[in-house]
């Protein structure tokens, strides 16, 4: 999916009476399978009307909606159908589901692999524009709409209400996917996962005559339907049928007032961001450098750690970047708060001499920030704004990509290390925007059982993405080269891929992989499906029997029903 620019004028409502002004990005809208309201939802925005558009080849949008977040990946579907309101989407279900088409579904553009993009799919049914946000007193809960973009929902809980969601960085990626495959940011090691706050979801679906249906699904213990909110606990998107809205309580939520229904951002975080330039790095204490890095995480990821309040996002760029960035963050209003933050870098860079240099250039997901060396306290909202929006290298619209994921239980072994040296400063490889993201996890996470949700991985310290950029479709055999030889290389102790034992733990459905179903490339003889969903694949494809028995909504890495 392509990005929408934002609308920084947008003004909150917080009475039935809508508010003005506003983008499509804070648009609200009702749904009809709400159920009886007590009272009006209050709304962000002022809601779209009528059906979306049906745009074909010689439309001049199709361009931009045939493709997403990645330009690898271009589709050539004999329409793209916005959709506007759940009546909208189950219109444009049967109208599919009746021709036989081959369909796909996308709310921000942002999918890794080509689950929305690819040359199979028929028809694109796209929900940019389904970006309500606001709240339900009917179900005392918040509901978020698929389009909407994460910035937007932070910035209309808070602004409203004073909530928000555990959720990730970038700013314009879709709720509609983040939510489904587990969703997770800054904040999840002292809150959780996102769908650990996910109290009901609407979900268009299909069985075997045809027939189209909308049901809500909660977590609520006697709900009939219940099966069909857990497998959206990080199940994945494009699996089970068009998610419509979500609705957000937190699980010891009290009371009846909307503020106390979620989660409280802090009102002040202590935010540092670094380079550790490459110049002042040897092998040595590169080595040193991610070890102290995964036995810190290793020795402070307990639920009950004091330092759930502190994540960091540390890129280990490549050394055509010039440097390694680091950004830390920090609940502000917690005891010893610059404590918990000078001891943190310190442990980090133990033994290694290195210091904290200001951040010249932009890092991956990391902005150009170069008054931050020194922490400094901030409005947590504006911290998220600083984060999320500014960042060249993942909203480039030239941008073609590459990723792979892995989640870590303990520390690097020296082989990985090893690898990742290599790999990073091989001399033939001169592409400045290529790093492993190494992203803060377990706290509040590693809280919840495996099975509660169906995001498996609830015992990790930490996790990993490696990434890498480039503008031009004649480089795409040379750095998909690359990263799978990395990729390879630091698995190589198992097969390939990040098995689930005592160190690695899989990979994150958010950061699909295709080469995770390719024996090529996955070497293991464990299933891709194992490796994102561990051992609730099974109860997932009982789901998908029961809500998807014919199979309809598929992809690449899509859940399989059972066999038998």
Request: proline fraction near 7%; charged fraction near 20%; glycine fraction near 10%.
């Amino acid at each position: 999916m392509t990005t929408t620019p934002m609308d920084r004028r947008s003004v909150l409502a917080r009475s039935a009476a809508l508010a003005g002004g506003a983008t499509a990005a804070a648009a609200g809208l009702t749904t009809a399978a709400a159920g009886p309201a007590e009272a009006a939802p209050v709304t962000a925005g002022k809601p779209p009307s009528g059906a979306g558009a049906l745009i074909g080849p010689h439309d001049p949008r199709y361009p931009l909606l045939t493709t997403g977040n990645n330009q690898r990946y271009v589709a050539a579907p004999e329409y793209v159908k916005m959709i506007r309101s759940t009546a909208d989407a189950e219109k444009a279900l049967r109208t599919a589901h009746r021709a036989g088409k081959r369909i796909s579904v996308r709310s921000g553009g942002h999918c890794f692999a080509d689950l929305v993009c690819n040359p199979e799919v028929e028809v694109i049914l796209d929900f940019s524009e389904m970006t309500g946000v606001g709240y339900d007193p009917s179900r005392r809960a918040f509901y978020v709409e698929p389009g909407a973009r994460l910035l937007n929902v932070y910035e209309a809980l808070y602004k409203g209400w004073g909530v928000t969601i555990p959720g990730g960085i970038c700013y314009s990626v879709g709720a509609g996917g983040h939510i489904s495959g587990g969703g997770y940011g800054l904040l999840s090691r002292a809150h959780g996962l996102v769908v650990d706050h996910l109290y009901a979801v609407e979900v268009v679906t299909v069985d075997k005559r045809g027939t189209v249906r909308t049901t809500v699904a909660t977590r609520d213990r006697n709900d009939p339907n219940r099966d069909l909110w857990w497998a959206h606990t990080g199940g994945g998107g494009g699996n089970f049928g068009l998610i419509t809205r979500y609705w957000f309580r937190s699980p010891d939520a009290r009371g009846s007032r909307p503020e106390d229904q979620l989660i409280s951002p802090p009102s002040k975080v202590l935010v540092q961001a670094v380079d550790l330039p490459w110049a002042d790095l040897d092998e040595a204490k590169f080595r040193r450098l991610l070890k102290n890095f995964g036995a810190w995480h290793e020795n402070n990821s307990a639920p009950d750690s004091p330092y759930r309040h502190l994540s960091s996002l540390f890129n280990v760029s490549s050394r055509a970047h010039g440097s390694l960035g680091m950004f830390t963050q920090v609940d502000a209003t917690v005891p010893g708060a610059r404590r918990l933050l000078d001891d943190y870098f310190a442990a980090v860079t133990a033994g290694t001499g290195l210091t904290a240099r200001p951040m010249t250039k932009a890092n991956g997901e990391i902005p150009h920030l170069t008054d931050l060396a020194e922490p400094r306290e901030m409005p947590w909202l504006n911290a998220t704004r600083m984060v999320g929006t500014n960042n060249p290298t993942i909203t480039d619209p030239m941008s073609r990509a590459a990723h792979k994921s892995g989640y870590m239980r303990k520390n690097f072994s020296d082989h990985q290390i090893s690898a990742l040296y290599r790999y990073m400063t091989r001399p033939d490889f001169t592409n400045p925007d290529t790093m492993l993201v190494l992203f803060s996890f377990g706290g509040r996470v590693n809280a919840v059982a495996p099975d509660a949700t169906a995001n498996a991985q609830r015992d990790c310290v930490f996790k990993m993405t490696f990434q890498t950029f480039w503008p031009d479709e004649r480089d795409d055999a040379f750095h998909l080269d690359w990263i799978r030889g990395l990729y390879a290389d630091f698995f190589a102790e198992t097969r390939g891929v990040p098995v689930i034992g005592g160190r690695t733990d899989g990979c994150y459905i958010n950061y699909c992989d295709n080469d995770m179903a390719d024996p090529a490339h996955n070497r293991s003889g464990v299933p891709w499906h194992t490796l994102y969903y561990k051992g609730n694949y099974p109860r997932l494809q009982q789901v998908k029997k029961r809500w998807d028995p014919g199979n309809f909504f598929r992809h690449a890495l899509s859940v399989e029903p059972p066999r038998r």
